[in-house]
């Protein structure tokens, strides 16, 4: 597997106007269990450091959703550029 990624054009476009691939943890709990905290991982392209689109999607789970936020972690991925590759010498398996 080469590991190149083909974009739309609408993927390229929006990279070329600033966005980047945005991904964000989200820890919650829900009221139904509120000792147990759950994750939810969100991703899209979106403009850094304001991030407008993943304050949007919370600000409609702070209105919409039950579960409590209760942490956010942001990562955002510059994907123009040359292609790295990662080699991995471990391979575990759980059973």
Partial sequence: MSGNKTYSP?????QLMGF???TAQI?????DC???LQEFIWQNYDIAPKFPKLYGFLHFWEKKIEGSLHSVYIAK???IGPNSRRVVDVE????
Avoid: A
């Fill in 10 to 14: 609408k993927e390229l476009e929006l």
């Fill in 77 to 79: 991925k510059e994907l």
């Fill in 92 to 95: 575990l398996t759980l059973q």
């Fill in 34 to 36: 509120p000792s147990l």
């Fill in 20 to 22: 980047r691939l945005t």
């Fill in 27 to 31: 820890f919650y709990h829900m009221p």
